[in-house]
């Protein structure tokens, strides 16, 4: 190893000690991939996570658009379902969803990218999958209009937004403002549409309405109980 390497390991190892005692340290309630994958049933589209780690199963969704998130594993966990989510995007294209979250993987190591930072300091960990068009039904947000549980202006724009959107995207999109309207902070570090204010997009039209039946859900308030686990 040359003289120039081990000074390179030690400042970053100093400045990793730095972190550590300088920056402020918070626990944040955050969403969790179960909790945006029954989300994203509740609107239609179906999510089958695969993790990265899952070589076989990755190697069948090679040149596949689907969406993927970037979880939370700072604890070294085997099952990251239940932990925070950190980035959602989705890949399209030639390349598809596989390529796209292996080229993201080599982010850890140019020491500068803001995304390749968060995810070598949570040791984060990649889940992702095909999205499945299964249809609206809509009949839930009847439900919370009819409890004043949602503004009865929304499932119009819901219908709408589904409509038009291709489902990759509109999963993207959703997941994004779900992790908004479900968590303490703004949305996932990085992604797209992560604006912390309000807008009238369909979509986040669509998350307000799934955070409130997932909570209610929980609760166990919904006519038909089924608890996102």
């Known amino acids: 190893m040359t003289d120039s390497s081990t000074n390179d390991q030690r400042l970053r190892h100093e400045l990793d000690t730095w972190r550590s005692h300088q920056l402020a340290s918070v626990s944040l309630r955050l969403a969790t991939p179960n909790l945006l994958r029954c989300g994203l049933d509740r609107i239609g589209l179906h999510w089958t996570p695969i993790p990265l780690t899952d070589t076989n199963a990755v190697a069948a969704l090679q040149n ?85 549980y949602l503004n009865a202006v929304a499932p119009d724009h819901i219908r709408r937004w589904r409509d038009t959107t291709d489902p990759v995207r509109s999963a993207e999109r959703f997941a994004v403002r779900l992790s908004i309207h479900l968590g303490d902070t703004v949305a996932p570090v990085n992604s797209q549409y992560a604006g912390a204010w309000a807008d009238d997009s369909g979509a986040d039209w669509a998350a307000v309405a799934a955070a409130q039946w997932i909570a209610l859900d929980d609760l166990g308030q919904t006519p038909d109980v089924t608890r996102c686990r």
């Open 64 to 148: 596949r658009p689907g969406l993927y998130m970037w979880v939370d594993n700072l604890a070294q966990e085997t099952d990251v379902t239940d932990n925070a989510v950190l980035y959602v995007g989705i890949g399209i294209g030639r390349d598809g969803v596989a390529k796209r979250v292996h080229y993201e993987h080599g982010f850890r190591q140019d020491g500068i990218h803001a995304h390749g930072l968060m995810l070598k300091r949570r040791n984060a960990h990649a889940l992702l999958g095909e999205i499945a068009d299964t249809g609206l039904n809509d009949d839930w947000m009847d439900w919370l209009v009819a409890n004043d």
